[in-house]
T-cell receptor
């Protein structure tokens, strides 16, 4: 079945440093979503990428979808303590009628003040 | 709107006991899902429903049953609890954006933390 690999598993950064997490799928995706989960909380939707090569920005966050629609990345510029949490990517297969989202295992971000 | 609600927030069971985790949404969403989250494993899909009366299995369905008699509710039943089912359970709902199923986004409930002794 579809597999979504996410790296790194953990990342510790000093406040103000940049952070990037990468997501790779074993199959071509129709779209990819990114979620953030704060410690003790539930996943919260951040963004969805649909088009090949798409780049979207949300303030200090930049999301990219690869040209082959098999990989994606999330980059945070100048991290803040409010960025702490686990970031998940979730991909959906490109097959017709496909509903299931497959989540990566997440990247846990710690920010040292 | 309350969004997606889950009860209970915490539960401790003994091996072999059965119970139902409740999930409700008031957003008139067609799609509802159950995930379990284990340390280092991310979120794994247990069961999902694309509408009232329709359910299907996800990645890890064994030991769980679901039903969808109304649009609002999607309970998850543990038939005979096992220690391997100790986990955090999240219910999620989603709706189409436009005509394409592939453009929906998921709204998660606060989760139920289940321990099976």
């Amino acid at each position: 079945g579809q597999q979504v690999m996410q790296i790194p598993q953990y990342q510790h950064v000093q406040e103000g440093e940049d952070f990037t997490t990468y997501c790779n799928s074993s199959t071509t995706l129709s779209n990819i979503q990114w979620y953030k989960q704060r410690p003790g909380g539930h996943p919260v939707f951040l963004i969805q990428l649909v088009k090949s090569g798409e780049v979207k920005k949300q303030k200090r966050l930049t999301f990219q979808f690869g040209e082959a629609k098999k990989n994606s990345s999330l980059h945070i510029t100048a991290t803040q303590t409010t960025d702490v949490g686990t970031y998940f990517c979730a991909g959906r297969n490109s097959g017709a009628g496909s509903y299931q989202l497959t989540f990566g295992k997440g990247t846990k971000l710690s920010v040292i003040p | 709107n309350a969004g997606v609600t889950q009860t209970p927030k915490f539960q401790v069971l003994k091996t072999g006991q059965s119970m139902t985790l409740q999930c409700a949404q008031d957003m008139n969403h067609e799609y509802m899902s159950w995930y379990r989250q284990d340390p280092g494993m991310g979120l794994r899909l247990i069961h999902y429903s694309v509408g009232a009366g329709i359910t299907d299995q996800g990645e890890v369905p064994n030991g769980y049953n679901v039903s969808r008699s109304t649009t609002e509710d999607f309970p998850l039943r543990l038939l005979s609890a096992a220690p391997s089912q100790t986990s955090v359970y999240f219910c999620a709902s989603s709706t189409r954006q436009g005509a394409k199923i592939s453009t929906d986004t998921q709204y998660f409930g606060p989760g139920t933390r289940l321990t099976v002794l």
